[in-house]
């Protein structure tokens, strides 16, 4: 791995320091969270389907997986996870 | 608490100690003093094989316990891969703590100081401003947490500080026979049943691993409660009955009680029994099916005991396992972690009640633990007086007894069960130890 080449995409990703939850909503939001991080999890329904949104309050960042992006992170080695941490440890 | 003598006189006295050791005589100094405290730190629980955890308390990638090896904090984690490792619990970059949380799940450790970030097998892979500050100057690979060496046996995960020490089993040194008793409870093996209850107590962790390692004879005195009204099954007048086993110049010892009366194989469900027989040499059979109680120790600090406790006043009652590791955090004081095993494969309504009857007799609220730490307590205070200072006591139970040809297992198998033939053998390692000599 290039210890030099990894960049930063963006300062701050253009979704999510406010996640605005249904309040009609009948299902709970998931949360995970150990002693170093926490999310959110939350089922989204969209106008044709759905994603999955997953928040970090801490940070203020969000995600929304649909399931062609869930069903590829399946089949990845925990070693993707680790190179994705090798960047800034903030957005 | 003594004070501190010069270096020179405490060389002197541990060899005055193993001399002893040899006559039947061990110094009350050495439950409560800080050079003694100081000197097995250094010498002995940096070369000793530890233990760290059991495999259960880690079943799934992630899952993490922090635990101790002498005043050394370390991380016990299941990788992303299923393998367990042991790293010291310390963040390479200005030695913050990484996990705080006792036990949890993470497939990365994040410190909360600067955010270098380590895979949960201890390897550096996130280094915060890592081109703008280091501008390639830190190599990742060099700054990974400090690694401990660990080994198993039968679920048990044990470290060592010592990359030159001998392998586990050779430590272990045939012990695992009797390690088999505890743990081979059926097909599927033990499980603990929840996390280790855990305590500060003012006592010194020899205390505790003399005890364990076949203490009989306290039984029908400290316990006597459990005797009258029938909670424990044994008796005052045949309760010296038994084996004492050491493994001699390996310090572990089990003593295994016998009850005239007892059921083989009493207080365990019928069904586990038939797999324990399985799961069991013929030699250990023959040894479990004729002991009600079985305490044992593995040098330094780990101790199991098995034994039936019963609800119901003159019942066999359920037979139960604890283990128990006893961190030294000071001269005369002590971290107790006190676990139940329960067997795997058994009905969830035998584990409920090995846990219950585990419960009523030890961990924190125990009865037979609450009478063990009021002496054990006395004794740490006794052995910080001054006048105490050269006091020795007596250790020449069975200085005479010929092993029993008989016993079918390995090590010093010696009759009776009340016996100072273990805590010779124990005192002895500990001393080789202290004297920079094992």
């Known amino acids: 791995m290039d210890e030099i080449s990894k960049q930063p995409t963006i300062e701050r990703p253009p979704v999510g320091d406010v996640s605005q939850y249904p309040e009609q909503s009948a299902e709970e939001p998931i949360v995970i969270a150990n002693e170093f991080a926490d999310v959110v999890i939350r089922k989204v329904e969209t106008r044709n389907g759905m994603r999955l949104d997953i928040w970090s309050p801490r940070r203020g960042s969000r995600i929304l997986l649909d399931a062609v992006a869930l069903d590829c992170l399946t089949f990845q080695e925990p070693e993707l996870i680790s190179e994705l941490l090798e960047r800034r440890p903030a957005p | ?438």
């Not at chain 2, 079943?59 to 393998?83: F, K, M, Q, S």
């Open chain 2, 1 to 438: 608490m003594n004070t501190k003598p010069e270096s020179q006189s405490l060389a002197a006295w541990v060899e005055e100690t193993r001399e002893g050791i040899d006559s039947g005589r061990f110094p009350a100094r050495a439950f409560n003093d800080q050079a003694v405290y100081d000197l097995e730190q250094e010498r002995l629980f940096s070369k000793t094989w530890c233990f760290l955890a059991h495999e259960s308390e880690i079943p799934h990638p992630g899952d993490y316990v922090t635990r101790y090896i002498g005043n050394n904090n370390l991380i016990v984690a299941r990788d992303e891969h299923g393998e367990i490792y042991a790293n010291l619990n310390m963040c390479r970059h200005r030695g913050n703590v990484m996990c705080k949380a006792e036990m949890g799940n993470a497939s990365h450790f994040r410190c909360s100081y600067h955010g270098w970030t380590y895979k949960n097998s201890g390897e550096l892979v996130g280094v915060p401003y890592m081109k703008e500050g280091y501008e390639g100057r830190l190599k990742r690979k060099d700054w990974g947490l400090v690694r401990v060496r660990v080994d198993s046996y039968e679920g048990l995960v044990f470290g060592c500080l010592d990359p030159e020490a001998p392998p586990l089993d050779e430590y272990l040194g045939g012990f695992q026979f009797y390690l088999d008793l505890y743990l081979k409870h059926g097909l599927g093996g033990v499980e603990v049943h929840g996390p280790p209850d855990h305590w500060i107590a003012d006592t010194d962790w020899k205390i505790c691993t003399e005890n364990f390692a076949g203490d009989g004879y306290h039984t029908p005195v400290a316990h006597q409660w459990g005797f009258h009204l029938g909670y424990f099954p044994s008796s005052g007048s045949t309760h010296s009955q038994g084996w004492a086993v050491s493994i001699p110049g390996k310090g572990h010892g089990i003593g295994l009680g016998h009850g005239p009366n007892f059921p083989p194989f009493g207080g365990f469900p019928d069904d586990l029994v038939a797999e324990m027989k399985q799961s069991l040499s013929p030699e250990q059979v023959e040894v479990f099916s004729r002991t009600r109680t079985a305490v044992g120790s593995v040098f330094p600090n780990l101790s199991f005991l098995m034994q039936p406790f019963s609800l119901e006043p003159g019942e066999i009652g359920v037979r139960f396992v604890t283990m128990r590791l006893y961190h030294p955090v000071g001269p005369g004081r002590m971290e107790m972690y006190s676990w139940c095993l329960v067997p795997k494969n058994a009905s969830q309504e035998y584990k409920k009640e090995a846990y219950r009857a585990y419960t009523l007799a030890f961990g924190q609220a125990g009865t037979f633990e609450q009478d063990d730490f009021e002496n054990w307590t006395k004794v740490t205070q006794a052995a910080g007086m001054t006048m105490v200072r050269d006091v020795d006591f007596p250790y020449i139970m069975g200085m005479d007894s010929a092993p029993d040809p008989e016993f079918p297992g390995p090590g010093h198998a010696v009759v009776p069960y009340v016996n100072d033939t273990n805590f010779r053998n124990l005192w002895s390692r500990w001393a080789d130890y202290l004297a920079g000599e094992a």
